[in-house]
């Protein structure tokens, strides 16, 4: 056999891939995310690309290192990271460099484009549909040697669904929150997630808008690799401050532990509805900094004193991951992901899989008016004693204790 694979161990050859530009779906600090239609030799498939402005050339070479790592990972839980592409700047149409350089301005709505072309593909119908303000706009992969400036794109799996951010964002809406078994799952599978990825690299940005949910109940993590590529120097330090654990702000570093507290923030939002150290807006990020330090002084008051409905067992656990002191925190994901499991959504024997949480999100998509009976069987544990299911968790007065109430008015005052 290893005289048959011999004679190819030093065989290359060059991707003819095109990449089309067909819509914008976000927009953040490091620049505005794409889908992206790649297609080779007939072959069509849809992608993230995820743009990186300017660096210098150390945090280049940090951010090729990392995402090396990135795309080497492989978990169900983690977004496939694919690569890295470049495009020189002054081949770009004037209004796309625009976007790039002003990220902000151009706020994307939210786009079905990309379910509805995979629905054709897996139709087998031909997939020719691209947004007009994108249409026309081609990268190839084999591209001459860019020279000068150059724009980076991080290619990504392209996940068909929600991130944590607009689930909570649209259970507000609706005057709920997101169950507490469904919230316990989500964060007991990205705390698998960091368990793999721990041994290779740290995440560093870990916030609901990097945790999307797909159409199949899957919580997967995004954006390894990327956070790297960004210091306050240059455009504003990597990461959302509130979302950061306290020794990244206070001493600008970072180890698993701190993805452990931005783990528990999440989590502590989603059971609340309150963003610990979320500032004013309108902040720069060392006045943002400055607003955590100071928040940073008062306890953190654990979930269960806040809404009456959270069990005490995952309340513990939740403080836990937010103590101020990585030593007091659990000290690997793993250990993390244990509690969760054996402490909590799986103590009576059963809880939530993915199916239960695509369930969930379906009967909630239609207000809670289109589900199956084999859609409630994968709900069993949100049922009571007298089979009476409770999946609406609704935001009430009598939800929140005094000193909740007390802290969501503090944070609504901030206009997060």
């Known amino acids: 056999m290893n005289r048959t694979i011999a004679p190819l161990k030093q065989f290359s050859f060059r991707s003819a891939a095109t990449y089309t530009f067909l819509d914008k779906i976000g927009s953040g600090g490091m620049g505005v995310v794409y889908l992206v239609a790649k297609e080779c030799e007939g072959v069509r498939d849809l992608v993230v690309l995820k743009t990186i402005r300017e660096l210098k050339d150390i945090q280049l070479t940090r951010l090729k290192r990392e995402a090396n790592i990135a795309a080497a990972l492989r978990h169900e839980n983690i977004v496939r990271t694919f690569g890295l592409e470049a495009i020189p700047f002054d081949r770009l ?8 350089r002003h990220p902000k301005k151009f706020l994307p709505k939210q ?18 549909a691209t947004a007009p303000d994108c249409a026309g706009r081609h990268l190839m992969a084999d591209d001459e040697e860019c020279k000068g400036k150059k724009i980076y794109l991080m290619v990504m799996e392209y996940v068909e669904g929600w991130d944590l951010r607009i689930i ?3 259970h507000i809406q609706a005057g709920l929150l997101l169950p507490i078994q469904m919230n316990a799952f989500i964060v007991s599978r990205i705390a698998r997630a ?21 159409e ?9 690799g990327i956070a790297v590529a960004a210091d306050q120097e240059s455009f504003g330090r990597a990461g959302k401050v509130h979302y950061m654990a306290p020794e990244q702000v206070v001493d600008d570093c970072a180890d698993n532990r701190s993805d452990i507290f931005s783990l528990g923030l999440v989590a502590y939002y989603l059971l609340t509805g309150i963003s610990i150290f979320a500032p004013p807006k309108g902040l720069s990020f060392q006045e943002q900094a400055e607003h955590y330090e100071k928040t940073l002084k008062q306890s953190i008051v654990p979930p269960h004193r806040i809404c009456r409905d959270v069990p005490v067992e995952y309340s513990a656990i939740v403080t836990k991951m937010l103590q101020i002191d990585p030593k007091k925190r659990y000290q690997s994901a793993g250990e993390l992901g244990n509690d969760i499991e ?3 959504i799986y103590k009576q024997g059963f809880g939530p899989t993915n199916n239960s949480l695509a369930a969930y999100l379906k009967m909630f998509q239609s207000e809670f008016q289109l589900y199956t009976r084999q859609d409630l069987r994968q709900l069993t544990f949100l049922a009571d004693e007298h089979r009476k299911y409770h999946i609406r968790r609704k935001i009430k007065k009598t939800l929140y204790t005094d000193k ?13």
């Open 93 to 100: 149409p004037s209004e796309f460099q625009e976007e790039l």
């Open 111 to 128: 786009s079905t484009l990309g379910e509805e072309l995979l629905f054709g593909m897996r139709k087998g119908l031909p997939t020719t």
């Open 168 to 170: 909570h964002k649209k």
């Open 194 to 214: 960091l368990e793999y990825a721990h041994e290779f690299i740290v995440h560093r940005d870990l916030s609901p808008e990097n945790i999307l949910v797909n």
């Open 216 to 224: 199949q109940g899957a919580a997967k993590l995004m954006d390894f």
């Open 342 to 344: 054996k402490k909590f």
């Open 404 to 416: 909740g109430r007390e802290l969501l008015k503090q944070r609504r005052s901030n206009n997060e």
